[in-house]
């Protein structure tokens, strides 16, 4: 089964930047569209970002365009979600997520696949 590990979160003020990998292990991500989502407490968990799995096609959330960019690093087996200009709304836990359904969707329930999330959190 596809196991997935995010990694880079952490505590930055607002206005730095982060930049969040996901990797994998024993498969490779390159089957799989990857979509990054947060979850702030009290509130749904809800889609940041998605990508293809032939990385021809990215979505944004309309909060984090301009500022945020999804890529995949094919050699490394990795989707990363580079974000700048971070604002204190965007505290929240970060997950990465992955299906083989060829779509780039921000709807949690159509992936298959969670990591165990990391936190970002952007102080003012």
Known sequence: QLQLVESGGGLVQSGE???????????????YSIGWFRQAP????????CILSSG???YY?????GRFTISRDNAKNTVSLQMNSLKPED???YFC??????????IPELYDYWGQGTQVTVSS
């Open 17 to 31: 930047s982060l930049r969040l990998s996901c990797a994998a292990s024993r498969f490779t991500l390159n089957s």
């Open 42 to 49: 009290g509130k749904e968990r809800e889609g940041v970002s």
């Open 56 to 58: 021809i096609t990215t």
């Open 61 to 65: 959330k309309d909060s984090v365009k």
């Open 91 to 93: 505290t929240a836990v």
């Open 97 to 106: 997520a992955a299906t083989r359904a060829y779509r780039c969707s921000l």
